[in-house]
């Protein structure tokens, strides 16, 4: 079955340069989610979209911004990248119009490091 | 709000010997409740899921949770642990409204032994 997909799967970048993460959810998947997790940390959630509407916000820094496309794919662009910012970042998505009844399915992730 | 919150971070057992890990929830609406596993430098894996139906939720691995709302606990169990079970465990939780974001806890650890 498709997975949700991410890309990159790494990613190496100095600081105060900027950095866009994609996710391509399940097939018929309507709503995205970002999380940010941090070495020995639980994962974070940043902000979700439904039908490519913002629809939830969490700790995302001004820094960040992200959006939802017509085809459901969604991408976080990340700027003025600082070294805290490395870390893992997930992005997950559920059948929202179905109230999440399948769950919630989480890509690998991207690494990001900041150096 | 929701959350939930994991007790121990840390839990350690003999091959064998019983799993219990245990989550307690928050939550001012019916929830969904999930257990998720991650190996390390690997993504986030689903275990099991409520989500309002049986209370008594099977799993993957041989693991079960029971959800028991007199006690707001959502508790992991499996019989007989095994070498390869040992890795981060995350409760998490969310309701059935589009969009809204799961909430984990802050993990537990299961260390197994030989």
């Known amino acids: 079955a498709a997975g949700v997909i991410q890309s990159p799967r790494h990613l190496i970048k100095e600081k105060r340069e900027t950095a866009t993460l994609k996710c391509y959810p399940i097939?018929?998947?309507?709503?995205v989610y970002w999380y940010q997790q941090g070495p020995g940390q639980d994962p974070q959630f940043l902000i979700s979209?439904?039908?490519?509407?913002?629809?939830d916000k969490g700790s995302i820094p001004d820094r960040f911004s992200a959006q939802q496309f017509s085809d459901y794919h969604s991408e976080l662009n990340m700027s003025s990248l600082e070294l805290g910012d490395s870390a893992l970042y997930f992005c997950?998505?559920?059948?929202?119009?179905?109230?999440?009844?399948?769950?919630?399915?989480f890509g690998s992730g991207t690494r990001l490091t900041v150096v | 709000a929701q959350s939930v919150t994991q007790l121990g971070s840390h839990v350690s057992v003999s091959e064998g010997a019983l799993v219990l890990l245990r989550c307690n929830y928050s939550s001012s609406v019916p929830p969904y409740l999930f257990w998720y596993v991650q190996y390390p430098n690997q993504g986030l894996q689903l275990l099991l899921k409520y989500t309002s139906a049986a209370t008594l939720v099977k799993g993957i691995n041989g693991f079960e949770a029971e959800f028991k709302k007199s006690e707001t606990s959502f508790h992991l169990t499996k019989p007989s642990a095994h070498m390869r079970d040992a890795a981060e465990y995350f409760c998490?939780?969310?309701?059935?409204?589009?969009?809204?974001?799961?909430?984990f806890g802050k993990g537990t650890t299961l260390s197994v032994s030989s």
């Open positions: 997950a998505s559920s059948l929202g119009r179905e109230g999440n009844s399948d769950g919630y399915t």
């Open positions: 097939p018929r998947h309507d709503t």
């Open positions: 979209f439904y039908e490519k509407m913002q629809s």
């Open positions: 998490a939780v969310s309701d059935n409204q589009a969009g809204t974001a799961l909430i």
